[in-house]
Structure formats: C-alpha cells, structure tokens
C-alpha cells in the first residue's frame, strides 16, 4: 500500500500547507503595513524638514505620539526640540533687535539737545575777539558738530528704513528733469568749492521711473556730499544721463573709494542711498580707482 495515497496523510499534508500559506501571506501583510507606515512617517518627517515658502526659515514642529515610539518617532522628537530651541533663540534675536533699534532712535534725538548748546557756545563764541588760532579752533568744532549731526541723522534714517517706518511714497517721475532739478540745487555749492561742473542731461529726450522723489534727493544727495568731500583734489564732477539704458552716471577725479580720509566716516549714508535704490527696484554700482570714482544707478 502507498503511503502518499493514505487520506489522513493528505490531509495532514494540505494543513500544513495550507498553515505556512498564511503564515506567508500574515508575514507580508503585516510587513507591508510596517512598511507603508514607516514609509509614510518618514514623509512626514521629509515634509516637515523642507524650508517652508512662505518666508519663515524655520519649519513647523510635527506631532509625537505619547507612547509606543520608534525610531523614526524618537527622531522626529528630537526634531521637534531642535525647531522649538531655533524658535526660542529666534524670538530672542528679533526682540534684542528691536531694543537696539530702539536704542539707537532714542540716542539720535537725546544727542541732538547737547549738540545744538554746542553749536550755541562756538557761534557766541565767533563774536568774541580771538587769535587766528581761536578762529581755525571754532571753525574745527563747527565742522565736528555738523559732521556728528549728520552721521546721526543717517544712523536713525538707517535704522527707519530697516525696521520699515521710513515713509516710502512713490510716484511716476521724469528723471532727466528730475536730475536737472537736483545738480541745479547742488550747483552752487560745487562752483564755491571750485569744481568744474560737466553735466550732460538732454532736453530732448527722457525716461520715467517708479520712485519716492525725496529718497532718489537723499540718495543724490550723499552721492553729491561724497564727492564735495572725498574729491575735492580733483575739483571735477560729471553727471551724465543715458535715456536709452536708462541710467545716469556721476563722475569725479577724486583719489579713489579705498583712500584714506579725514572725512571718511563709517559709511552710512552709501548703505542708507543702497538701501532706498533697493526698495524702489533700483540698482547702484561703483568703479573706482587712484584716478576717480564713477557710479551708475540703473534699473535692477
């Protein structure tokens, strides 16, 4: 008799069979959910450490489970407490930023009281007989009390424009006529410092730009201001506009960006006209050497 033919034995075989078929099929579902949800914990995870679009550089924080975590959990944990410390330390840097900002309005005005008695005493003082030493000592102190007004008023116009409370009213304007308003109001001053003036601004031809007309004259202006102290050797201005490009040109034969100065300062009124050509879309580049300084301001 053939044992394979003994029914038992078949049946016992077809079980067992049929045991491991489950076992197999029990094995790859569960893997298969394992599997899905770690895979979709790890996109979770993925999601939540991509660099939002909406501006904010840090990401959101995503949620724990109280129990029952994996390792894809304990690091997502640990995720979590790295966004809450950057969270923490960028809150403190923007508070900290505000009280400097605020430190600094209040110096700018708080200064301005002891300078003005300053002033008061050297023009009292200019009505008194004095040596021809007394009179080069006050009109040094002059020179040092307006010098220290001005940095002022540009490190609290600086510190405006940052924190964004500096009034921005922009308005289509003619920019040739504009530029021929402005050399106009600086001419004088050139001409009693001896410069040679060479300006090229056309009457047949112009452009208009998107611009707050009282930034583009602070921008003009400490541009202007920078050559009448820093070029004064070469006692040459240019000032040229190109309608076709859209662009204007300010020259000099002063010795160059990277000389030293008396009067060089610290360079707020260059990061303040770089900052106001920013926000109207403009842009500002420089080309300076021993022989002069050249600027171009132009559309972005």
């Known amino acids: 008799m053939n044992p394979s033919s003994d029914p038992s034995s078949m049946d016992t075989t077809r079980n067992i069979s049929g045991l491991i078929g489950l076992i197999i099929i029990t094995f790859i579902t569960v893997s298969g959910v394992f599997f899905y949800r770690l895979r979709q914990q790890l996109i979770r995870l993925q999601k939540a450490m991509t660099v939002p679009g909406d501006g904010s550089w840090i990401p959101e924080p995503i949620p724990e489970r109280d129990s029952g975590m994996n390792e894809v959990d304990q690091l997502g944990a640990s995720f979590n407490q790295m966004i809450r410390k950057l969270r923490d330390s960028h809150q403190r840097e923007l508070e900290e930023e505000s009280l400097r900002k605020q430190l600094i309005a209040n110096l700018s005005h708080d200064l301005r009281t002891p300078l003005t008695a300053l002033r008061g ?35 609290l ?39 040679h003036i060479d300006a090229d601004l056309p009457f047949d031809a112009t452009f208009s730009w998107e611009i707050d007309p009282q930034w583009m004259t602070r921008v003009l ?30 020259q000099d034969h002063g010795p160059g960006m990277d000389a030293l100065s008396a009067n060089r300062g610290a360079g707020m009124g260059l ?30």
């Open 121 to 155: 005493h050297a023009s009292r003082l200019q009505r008194e007989p004095l040596s021809q030493e007394g009179v080069a000592s006050l009109t040094a102190i002059d020179h040092t009390i307006t010098h220290i007004s001005e940095l002022m008023d540009d490190l």
């Open 157 to 195: 116009s600086y510190t405006l424009l940052t924190s964004g409370k500096y009034p921005y009213h922009p308005e289509p304007t003619d920019m040739v006529q504009f530029l021929r308003t402005s050399v106009a109001s600086w001419y004088p001053a050139f001409e009693n410092a001896g410069f």
């Open 221 to 250: 202006g400490n541009l202007f201001q920078n050559v009448l102290r820093h070029a004064v050797e070469g006692r040459f201005i240019g000032i040229a506009v190109d309608t076709l490009q859209e662009r204007f040109i300010i």
């Open 271 to 300: 990061k303040i006209s770089k900052h106001m050509l920013s926000e109207m879309r403009l842009q500002i580049h420089f080309s300076s050497d021993a022989e002069g300084t050249t600027v171009w301001i132009g559309k972005n």
